[in-house]
């Protein structure tokens, strides 16, 4: 059968755009659909406004550390207007690298919404037309959600309606304990919010290492964040322009803006898949193998949509290794394991490999080597804070099983980490290595002493 296209694409996030922009370089003729804009939620409304928000955030503390090295910085004022028109026009500038790789590759954009008609059609709404294909990539990745079941939850936003607020809100709530709510309450702190962080868990940050976890909150706590944990939003009502909040321990709070940042959800909705015989796990994520097929022979899927691992790198792996299984006969398949993360809140985390407690589940012997100590800008500002710095090691092989940062650039040094955790390397390995002087990251090979 002769089809339109060899590969048709729903979704222009980071994993469908490698994915289709490979595939066009081996031959395939490709296209991709994107109903909002090409570059997905990372580029658009994700990791990198993010992190631009978060450089902004952290210039009050910088001003204020500055007066202990001889600078002062009289009068120095925000301005949320300016950063929102510099961040937009940064990612009009990264949307139009997106597109122009993409049509430089080859491939054909549509802007519109795609339904699947059948494993090999789908139906264009906005054109009303239909376009044929011999494999169908689903990388529409994910969205924030507001539970249903709380009332008033349309007077709430998420972090998708954060990143364009016309104004800075002098009080905001954030509800959630992950990477996103623990990001944008250090966002909207920094840049002068009175800030409630509201979580249902006993802890923030469920997955990490628990020393991880309690060492964050206490630094947002000391930053002025006001943490609620083991509480919930019950209800939300207008009151006097504001929002009045009522939460689980009948207490309430009025605050300017309630954000809520619980999760996301794997944008599967309305995309036909129930016409395709593709089948969906019970977080309704497309249900793939580790070649990232789904159970329709033709039909693919990378990304959040598959809820594997939600990262971006991770869905750009997935859907350079769906581009050479496909379509340049090597079939390659993505390891999972010891991927590093980060979660930029202030201070800032990074991580890779094992927590000691999923160490102490899985080994027999486990031994921990850890520090924390002010780091050498704090001896001259006089800033309230530590460096933290863990190391999980195999009692038994020495195999260095998982490393945790928390403090300044540990996103920066876990990517390095990363590599020898990687490579399987062994604690003997970081205590050859010679430390590099005066920095934090030279204690990660100086650590001698069992916790």
Known sequence: MDYDFDLLTIGAGSGGVRATRMAATYGAKAAVVEEYRVGGTCVIRGCVPKKLMVYASRYG????????????VPHAKFDWATLIANKDREIARLEGLYRKNLGGAGAAIFEDRAVLRDPHTVHLLKANKTLTAKTVLIATGGRPWIPEEIEGNDLAITSNEAFHLKDLPRCVMVVGGGYIAIEFAGIFKGLGSRTVLVHHGDEVLRGFDREIRERMRHEMQKRGIDVHLKSSVVSIR??????????????????DEVMFAVGRRPNTGGLGLEHCGVELTSRRAVAVDAYSRSSQANIYAV???TDRVNLTPVAIREGAAFAETVFNDAPTAVDHVDIPTAVFGTPEIGVVGLTEEAARAQFDKVD??????????????????????????????DRVLGCHVMGESAAEMIQCV??????????????????LHPSAAEELVLLKTKA
Do not use: C
């Open 61 to 72: 503390e910088d001003f204020d550390d500055a007066a202990g090295f001889g600078w002062h």
């Open 238 to 255: 207008a009151h006097n322009g504001r929002k009045l909040v009522r939460l689980s321990d009948g207490t309430e709070q009025e605050v």
């Open 303 to 305: 990304g959040d949509v």
């Open 368 to 397: 921990v080597y850890k520090t924390a100590f002010r780091p050498m800008r704090a001896t001259m500002s006089g800033r309230d804070t530590l460096i933290f710095m863990k190391l999980v090691v195999d009692g038994a092989s």
């Open 418 to 435: 990363a590599i020898a955790v990687k490579m399987k390397a062994t604690k003997r390995d970081f205590d050859a290595t010679v430390a």
